[in-house]
């Protein structure tokens, strides 16, 4: 089952599972999924086993969607479809990966070209992916979302849609 949690609780996950392991462990930055979401930076329009859109077999269909959605209809319990080429499960669909960057619509057109970590600040946080099993219309390695890093949950809740990973970071 998909994880239903605000940004603060996925990045405090994250951060605990490090300090536990030994290891420098964090929610991704945009560029780490994205670079995950295609395979290693290569072509790849859709997240999927192949890169390409396959509804009922490599991303849920209308009709399995609506079989195997919980909690309003937003995600399903994840390794339903094959994983990505990395071994990667439900990047294309089933719901929205908080990153560790902050939302700047402008960011990517003064960013770094190689690693680019995000603003140093900002009010939204990034998520990727898409909710319910994608959507034939979007590119969906680069289709950027964002959201309130923690939602009223008294207002509105925390949707069963906003999932997260966590990455092992090697480098400084």
Do not use: H
């Not at 209308?62 to 319990?77: A, E, I, L, P, R």
């Not at 009010?123 to 099993?133: E, H, L, M, N, S």
């Amino acid at each position: 089952m998909p994880a239903i949690v605000n940004w603060k609780q996925a990045n405090e996950y994250c951060s605990w599972l490090g300090k536990n392991s030994n290891k420098k462990i964090t929610l991704p930055t945009e560029a780490q999924w994205e670079y995950a979401a295609r395979n290693r930076g290569g072509f790849f329009i859709y997240a999927t086993d192949n890169g390409k859109y396959e509804p009922g077999k490599n991303l849920a269909d209308s009709v399995q969607k609506d079989k195997m959605s919980v909690d309003s209809g937003f995600s399903y319990t994840i390794g339903k479809f094959p994983p990505t080429p990395l071994g990667l499960f439900d990047m294309a669909g089933n719901g929205l990966d908080w990153m560790s960057d902050w939302y700047d619509v402008d960011y990517y057109k003064n960013s770094p070209q190689i690693n680019p970590k995000g603003p140093d600040t900002g009010i939204y946080k990034v998520t990727r992916g898409y909710q319910a099993g994608g959507a034939p219309f979007t590119n969906q390695t680069v289709y950027r979302q964002f959201s309130n890093p923690d939602p009223d949950e008294k207002k509105q809740g925390i949707f069963p849609k906003y999932n997260f990973r966590c990455v092992i970071n090697t480098e400084g």
